[in-house]
């Protein structure tokens, strides 16, 4: 049952328009094509238990080695570069033409223990830094779509993190370093800055945020942020603000980054109830049409895609059920809705009321996506003239300019202007006196 990414279907809805007087307005934007990257983190479990390897082969195009590529696995001795396991998880991707996440490189988690035990002293750290980027990356060069080159820098509050050695040796200066290096030894593969949230505009993101801007004013090559999304539901939380999230993807797609989510899951926490399984389907709809909003947001991946292999750290031990498959891989209900954002993203938008006053044409529609719009196009066939307009809300009000039969295009916009989807077309009678 591999669910069907492709957006080719829209391109060719686009085509059939090109023929028509509707695209005068339309050509004026570019439409975003090609496949979507879905897919999920995978565990060493993958290249043993066949029914696991189905499970993810028939849900992904993209995968992330969840510890295979750490550092504490690959270099757990110093020197020596053990690339056994992730040689054969890498492997198995490349071999059902999975692209690969590769995650991570600088990181104070999955540390082996010489490196916790070394000195606080910068020149010492800046050469284990070099060793490990330099082994790993052309390692793997041509290889792996991404690096997560720099992961979890910053705490919630948006202070570097102190835990970190590299940042408790060199200073801020590690994150470009860590940057620097990568690109020296693989100047072709996308460098990613990932972490986790909060998600919204906060003095976290804006941390992030003003370093990425510090860092691509100097010239440093970062092509992409990964914001985690380990979300999670219980009593005592609100639900993500996915208004003020996409705000934040927003501009960060605006300097020219490539986004993905990288590590999304919603756990529930125990005990589990129906309530909370629909507040957690909420969360992963919200996610998918954040993700189909913005069209700088290229890769979608979860952090595991069954229970089975749920990963639950320290923090939340007293949750479930973050998966879209349960223990036994079975869809759950979960897994069904988040199919449906991208089936009703490939609809037509839906037209909640119509009404005419005079010349004056009102359209409500239905908003599935976040920070876009809408590109509508009036024409009178026989007279041959025709209006067209942009709107930023869900109300459209356009005005014929006389009376005459109109056919209406309605086409969901991203605010770059691009085609999120197909469009919707009415026609409509306009007499003055209606
Ligand atoms: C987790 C893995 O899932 C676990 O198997 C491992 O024991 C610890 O790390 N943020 C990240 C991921 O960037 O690397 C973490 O992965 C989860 C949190």
Redesign the pocket.
């Known amino acids: 049952m591999k669910p069907d990414f492709s957006t080719e279907g829209l391109d060719r809805v686009r085509s059939l328009f090109f023929g028509s007087i509707l695209c005068i307005v339309l050509l004026c934007c570019s439409a975003e094509s090609g496949s979507l990257l879905i897919g999920t983190?995978i565990n060493r479990q993958v290249l043993t238990d066949t029914s696991y390897q189905r499970l993810v082969t028939g849900f992904s195009n993209i995968v992330t080695p969840?510890?295979d590529l750490k550092f504490k696995h690959i270099q757990k001795i110093r020197g020596v570069f053990d690339f056994t396991h992730a040689d054969k998880v890498v492997a198995y991707a490349r071999d059902n033409h999975m692209a690969i996440r590769g995650?991570?490189l600088i990181?104070h988690?999955?540390l082996p223990d010489w490196v916790v035990a070394l000195p606080v002293h910068a020149d010492t750290m800046r050469r284990v830094m070099f060793e490990h980027i330099e082994g790993v990356v052309s390692h793997y060069r041509g290889n792996v779509y991404c690096w997560d080159v720099v992961?979890?820098a910053f705490d919630t509050e948006g202070n570097l993190n102190v835990k970190n050695p590299y940042f408790r040796a060199m200073g801020k200066s590690y994150i470009e370093y860590a940057f620097r290096i990568a690109d020296q030894f693989d100047s072709e593969t996308k460098l990613f800055y990932?972490d986790?949230g909060p998600y919204g505009i906060t003095k976290k993101s804006d941390a992030v945020y003003a370093t990425i801007c510090e860092l691509l004013d100097k010239g440093v090559r970062i092509d992409g942020i990964g914001f985690?999304m380990?979300l999670r539901i219980d009593e005592n939380r609100e639900m993500e603000k996915f208004t003020d999230i996409a705000r934040n993807f927003k501009r960060f797609a605006m300097l020219g980054l490539e986004i993905h989510i990288t590590?999304a899951d919603v756990s529930i926490s125990k005990p589990v109830t129906p309530e909370k399984r629909k507040l957690q389907i909420r969360a992963y709809q919200e996610m998918m049409r954040l993700f189909l909003s913005i069209p700088a947001c290229k890769a979608f991946v979860t952090?595991g895609l069954t229970d089975k292999y749920a990963?639950f750290p320290e923090s939340r031990k007293n949750y479930a059920e973050p998966s879209l498959f349960d223990s036994l891989y079975k869809p759950k209900p979960v897994y069904d809705s988040v199919m449906s954002v991208i089936e009703q993203f490939k609809k037509p938008p839906v037209i909640e009321n119509m009404s005419i006053r005079g010349k004056q044409i009102a359209f409500i529609m239905r908003t599935l996506l976040y920070e876009s719009g809408y590109a509508i196009h009036m024409a009178e066939r026989e007279k041959g003239i025709s209006v067209s307009d942009v709107v930023w809300s869900d109300t459209i009000l356009i005005e014929a300019p006389r009376n005459g039969v109109y056919e209406v295009c309605i086409w969901p916009i991203a605010y770059t202007g691009s085609f999120l989807g197909v469009p919707v077309t009415y026609t409509v009678q306009v007499k003055e006196g209606n």
Do not use: K, L, R, S
């Open positions: 983190a969840a510890y995650h991570t990181w988690g999955a992961n979890e990932n986790y985690q380990h590590e952090w990963w």
